[in-house]
């Protein structure tokens, strides 16, 4: 291989712009049909538009409020749950049969229950987007634990640490890598069923907002739409790894 | 999977407890039912052959969706797995587009294809391609160097490479990718049918719910539950008796 880091960044910037590039040829040449894909200028006009707007500030804010409460809610109740049955064989007995049946369960198709049981409203949006990214968390927790070197455990008897210790001591920061793969997974859930609750309660939020622009035709919003989509996914992603690797940094020094 | 009785506890206290809750009166609203209700309400969907027909319907997009995505993951992944290059080169532009989440392309879809089976099975087939690629990529990058000479060496045209050497090297690591997939697609369909496409158990879900059948929204629910469950063990046990006795190749070979 002759290219490397930099020119290969480099080469892949070009690529992308390339293929941008590309886009918007095909769009102007009619070979893309303007009606469903508005062409990278429309909807670069439209994103800086928007830039502007008080009310795309507004669905933005919201979306990225429920995702966020909705993950917090998940991980600290998924984390301490998966705690308590990582470290304890006879709960896990009891528990985990259950947890194996309900882990393949789409997160989206229990909104309904939760419709009937609360209403369409903000608590259930909340209680949905909870419910759903608290199992990637849970089962990360419970899969961290149980892979403890158990001569950690050992230790944590010689030494008589009493239980609650063990855990903060011992078993949580060992398990950090895992309990973080499930957060990382639960960040994903609950940024997609935040869109999905907007979509289906008409709860203001750009999950509303880009399916009103499909059902309206206006094409150039729906795609400003999931460019901001795509963005929050990448960011919020990109924060919880910088955390991470905060978080993790002992591990490797 | 073993299922000692221990785990029977708990699902059994729950079920016992909600239905003698209802029975007694303690729910005073129709929102949660009870469960023999429900066990009614599934038995009388499965015999009147609504539930059969939903399940057909969501199944079929869901595997259309998921053959489709996962023949390009294969051959996108198995070209970024050959050349570094390329899929250095590709990086950002992927990159870019795999955050993206697949619900996010629901009104995209709506709006090209309308309702339908053609618009689930598009949103499905962009879920299931990123996994399918991914793992493709790494199965094939840690191939033996050793099979890939002796490719080079006969002199093999790459069709010939692909599914005679690559293929079969891969497949092991490739089929946990497509395992991932194939329960990506049963959710990601149901939540195309709850959103917007009016087919499927997604769509009964939401009938059910608007007409305030709680009893048919559990039925539904918990069969979905148990087709992912059904799905997810059948496809695992298929991997431990197609790959489980040659070990892993690939990953033996690192």
């Not at chain 1, 309990?179 to 935040?194: C, E, K, Q, Y």
């Not at chain 2, 290059?85 to 392309?105: G, I, K």
């Amino acid at each position: 291989m002759t290219l490397r880091g930099p020119m290969l960044w480099g080469g892949s910037v070009i690529v992308l712009l390339l293929l941008i590039g590309l886009w918007q040829l095909g769009s102007n040449a009619g070979v893309i049909p303007q009606a469903f894909f508005p062409g990278p200028d429309r909807t670069f006009e439209t994103l800086s538009d928007q830039f502007w707007s008080e009310e795309f500030w507004l669905a933005f804010s919201e979306t990225i409020r429920r995702m966020f409460f909705g993950f917090v809610l998940a991980s600290v109740l998924g984390v301490a749950l998966g705690a308590a049955l990582g470290s304890s064989p006879t709960l896990r007995e009891y528990l985990e049969p259950t947890l194996e049946l309900i882990r393949p369960l789409p997160a989206s198709a229990v909104i309904p229950v939760f419709v009937l049981m609360l209403g369409l409203n903000e608590r259930m949006v909340l209680a949905v987007i909870a419910f759903g990214s608290i199992w990637p968390a849970l089962l990360g927790t419970v899969h961290g634990f149980k892979t403890v070197e158990p001569r950690l455990y050992e230790v944590s008897r010689i030494l008589r640490l009493s239980r609650l210790e063990m855990i903060w001591k011992i078993a949580l920061p060992n398990s950090l890598p895992d309990i973080f793969s499930g957060l990382r997974l639960a960040l994903t859930v609950s940024l997609i069923l935040a869109v999905v609750t907007e979509m289906l309660s008409g709860a203001e939020g750009l999950g509303h907002n880009i399916i009103l622009a499909a059902r309206s035709f206006r094409s150039a919003d729906l795609f400003a739409g999931i460019v901001v989509l795509g963005a929050i996914g990448y960011v919020t992603n990109a924060v919880l790894e910088r955390v991470e690797r905060h978080v993790l940094r002992w591990r490797n020094s | 999977m073993r299922i000692p009785g221990k785990g029977l506890v708990f699902p059994l206290a729950v079920l016992l407890l909600w239905e003698l809750a209802a029975r007694s009166g303690y729910f005073t609203s129709t929102s949660l039912s009870y469960p023999s209700a429900i066990l009614f309400a599934g038995w009388g969907l499965l015999v009147d052959g609504a539930m059969w027909k939903a399940t057909r319907e969501t199944f079929g997009a869901a595997l259309g969706g998921m053959a489709i995505g996962a023949f390009f993951g294969m051959i996108v992944g198995i070209a970024f797995g050959l050349s570094r290059l390329l899929a250095s080169l590709m990086r950002l532009s992927t990159e870019s587009l795999r955050p993206v989440p697949s619900v996010a392309l629901i009104p995209l879809a709506l709006l090209i294809y309308g309702y339908g089976y053609r618009m689930e099975i598009v949103v499905v087939a962009f879920a299931c391609f990123w996994p399918v690629m991914i793992v493709t990529e790494g199965a094939v990058r840690g191939i033996e160097p050793r099979l890939m000479e002796v490719a080079r060496a006969l002199k093999f045209p790459l069709v010939a490479r692909v599914t005679k050497i690559i293929l079969p090297a891969a497949l092991p690591r490739v089929f946990v990718g497509l395992r991932l997939a194939a329960s990506i697609s049963l959710v990601v369909a149901v939540t195309v049918e709850i959103t917007t496409n009016p087919i499927g158990l997604g769509y009964g879900l939401i009938v059910a719910q608007e007409g305030d059948r709680a009893d048919r929204v559990f039925a539904f629910l918990i069969w979905i539950g148990f087709l992912g469950w059904l799905l997810n063990a059948l496809l695992l046990r298929a991997q431990r008796r197609w790959f489980g006795k040659f070990g892993n190749w690939s990953e033996a070979a690192r």
